[in-house]
């Protein structure tokens, strides 16, 4: 699903640009549900082969939509004259909640799997055609510039990797991301096993680091507008640092709670910032905001299997000083987040 989703993150600047924004964010809504029913199919048919092509498939259409949704997002958030972006990602993470109780609703209640993606996949294909007509038809193109053919746009998007600006803005990402990721893996492992705690406990520990995660976002905007995003970052990275020493070296079970709420809230603001602050360093910000999600998928990827390799020596909840240092990259990247000369950032 990862390989999938980092191709995605390649071609959304293409199909934006080819299909412009609403047809764009409703194929790609749309390949996902297809991909899910296909799954469910599987599922019934009990084909492994085919499963995983669905997880290349459902990938492919994420990772593209990750891209078509934050430049809008972006465009709106210039509209609107103040932060919304740390909102719209809270959604994401209220939704990953919701996908995660209903699965949990769906074992409980014995449905299969199988039935439980197709209806999801036929939700999401209606929810594609229902939010089309409100998503603009404009493709994000650079402007007064003849369409570029194949290699130069191949070009276009390789320069995004030579801009320092931009790579910086990865930094960012890749601390926050790599905190996320890192804690999706080992964060409940590391209550149980190096806390001492039940399973269920540490299972609530997890929710805990979530649903932190989604208040900060959702209720961050006015911070935002408020402090601006450099000094936003580096307040919820510092924080995310002390979190994290906190989760490591208290024996105080209380201590250890507000450690992962401080950890959440160190993740909760990078990420949807750099993407605002990528779709507005510069021209076409499909590209931009292609370059540094890679990053950020990167760290989700090959956060969890880091910490998990450098467990093997220095034991679990040590190798989770791996998540402070990159915290303190972040910190020390966050100017990068600045509105661009000429920009026009929220208010």
């Known amino acids: 699903m990862t390989v999938g989703a980092i191709l995605g993150l390649l071609v959304s600047t293409a199909v934006l640009h080819r299909l412009g924004s609403r047809r ?7 390949l996902v549900a297809a991909a899910m029913a296909v799954m469910g199919l599987a599922l019934i048919l009990r084909s492994v082969p085919l499963l995983a ?45 919701a996908g995660s109780g209903i699965g949990a609703a769906c074992a409980a209640l014995g449905v ?40 130069a746009k191949l070009r276009q998007w390789l320069r995004g990797w030579l801009d320092w600006r931009l790579l910086l803005i990865g930094v960012v990402m890749l601390g926050v991301d790599f905190g ?39 209720f961050g905007g006015p911070v935002v507008d408020r402090l601006g995003r450099v000094r936003t970052v580096r307040a919820s990275t510092a924080l995310g640092v002390i979190g994290v020493a906190a989760f490591i070296e208290s024996g105080n079970l209380w201590i250890v709670l507000a450690g992962v709420l ?9 990420f949807p910032l750099g993407m605002s602050a990528a779709a507005e360093s510069g021209p076409d910000p499909a590209a931009r905001v292609s370059v540094v999600a890679s990053i950020g998928y990167f760290a989700n990827l090959a956060g969890p299997p880091a910490v998990g390799l450098l467990a093997e020596s220095a034991g679990l909840l040590h190798s989770l000083w791996l998540i402070a240092a990159l915290f303190l990259a972040a910190f020390a990247a966050a100017g990068s987040l600045r509105p661009r000369p000429g920009s026009v950032p929220p208010k």
């Open 24 to 30: 764009a964010i409703m194929a790609a809504l749309l």
């Open 53 to 97: 092509a669905d997880f290349l498939v459902i990938g492919l259409g994420l990772g593209t939509l990750d891209v078509l949704i934050n430049v809008e997002a972006a465009a709106v958030e210039r509209s609107a004259g103040r932060t919304l972006m740390p909102m719209m990602h809270g959604a994401w993470s209220a939704g990953a909640a």
């Open 112 to 151: 299969t799997p199988a039935a439980q993606l197709l209806a999801e996949a036929a939700l999401i294909a209606a929810a594609a055609f229902a939010t089309a007509a409100g998503i603009p038809d404009g493709n994000h193109a650079p402007a007064a510039q003849p369409p570029p053919d194949r290699a």
């Open 180 to 218: 996320e990721g890192s804690a999706n893996s080992w964060l409940t492992l590391a209550v149980r096993d190096g806390h001492g705690q039940t399973a269920a406990v540490a299972a609530l520990f997890f929710t805990a680091f979530a649903v932190g995660e989604a208040l900060a976002r959702i």
């Open 262 to 270: 401080m950890w959440a809230a160190g993740v909760s603001m990078g």
